[in-house]
């Protein structure tokens, strides 16, 4: 949803930040890996030991460079391989941000409704995004939906750092809420591409 209300506000900020990085010897793909290390990394070291704060702060300041390199990629021009390098390293970030909250709630909170949650949250993650590639790849169109990648990042972060600031069960809250907008979201990328498939016929 935010793409589709909120794409043109953020690129008359982002894109003469990526014009700036690009001038400056930086690649869309490099910052994708920048990116991409970096909050892998925060949320495997920060969630699991149950640094809630730093690890919400410092995915989400990794995760705003995915913002940058698709500005810095309108600039200096897309490739196939780098829109599928993105691709993956989203789905490497949001596999580890899910899995690194399951494993807070499971390990360190002991709350197991959360770490279901939060492993349902994982998988449909990984389910949407596949969906959207793999009717591509048939010729269809899959995107939209109630909570894409940004939706999702959002809601998780928002959970991690309000509980971080001692309110106790928003992480569960915020990933129940989420699993429940991912099925629906899923649900209405299946129907887009049934409708499509109708309309391209047999």
Same mark, same amino acid.
């Given at each position: 949803?935010?793409?589709?209300?909120?794409?043109?506000?953020?690129?008359?900020?982002?894109?003469?930040?990526? #014009?700036?990085? $690009?001038?400056?010897? *930086?690649?869309?793909? @490099?910052?994708? /890996? %920048?990116?991409? +290390?970096? !909050?892998? =990394?925060?949320?495997?070291?920060?969630?699991?030991?149950?640094?809630?704060?730093?690890?919400?702060?410092?995915?989400?300041?990794?995760?705003?460079?995915?913002?940058?390199?698709?500005?810095?990629?309108?600039?200096?021009?897309?490739?196939?391989?780098?829109?599928?390098?993105?691709?993956?390293?989203?789905?490497?970030?949001?596999?580890?941000?899910?899995?690194?909250?399951?494993?807070? #709630?499971?390990? $360190?909170?002991?709350? *197991?409704?959360?770490? @279901?949650?939060? /492993? %349902?949250?994982? +998988?449909? !993650?990984? =389910?949407?995004?596949?969906?959207?590639?793999?009717?591509?790849?048939?010729?269809?169109?899959?995107?939209?939906?109630?909570?894409?990648?940004?939706?999702?990042?959002?809601?998780?972060?928002?959970?991690?750092?309000?509980?971080?600031?001692?309110?106790?069960?928003?992480?569960?809250?915020?990933?129940?809420?989420?699993?429940?907008?991912?099925?629906?979201?899923?649900?209405?990328?299946?129907?887009?591409?049934?409708?499509?498939?109708?309309?391209?016929?047999?």
């Amino acid at each position: 949803m935010l793409n589709i209300f909120a794409r043109a506000s953020v690129s008359r900020v982002t894109d003469p930040i990526g #014009a700036a990085l $690009v001038r400056a010897g *930086l690649t869309p793909n @490099a910052m994708t /890996l %920048i990116g991409t +290390v970096g !909050a892998f =990394v925060c949320a495997l070291v920060f969630f699991p030991t149950g640094m809630l704060l730093a690890g919400t702060f410092t995915v989400w300041g990794f995760a705003m460079l995915d913002l940058l390199d698709g500005a810095m990629a309108r600039v200096k021009g897309s490739t196939p391989f780098g829109a599928v390098l993105d691709a993956t390293c989203d789905r490497l970030v949001d596999g580890a941000l899910f899995a690194s909250i399951a494993w807070w #709630a499971f390990v $360190v909170e002991g709350n *197991l409704r959360a770490a @279901a949650a939060a /492993l %349902i949250c994982l +998988v449909l !993650a990984q =389910v949407i995004s596949y969906v959207k590639a793999r009717a591509e790849a048939s010729g269809l169109e899959a995107d939209g939906g109630l909570v894409e990648r940004a939706e999702r990042l959002i809601i998780a972060l928002v959970g991690t750092g309000i509980q971080g600031l001692g309110l106790p069960f928003a992480v569960e809250a915020s990933q129940w809420l989420l699993a429940v907008l991912s099925v629906v979201t899923l649900v209405q990328r299946i129907m887009a591409v049934s409708r499509g498939a109708r309309r391209a016929g047999p």
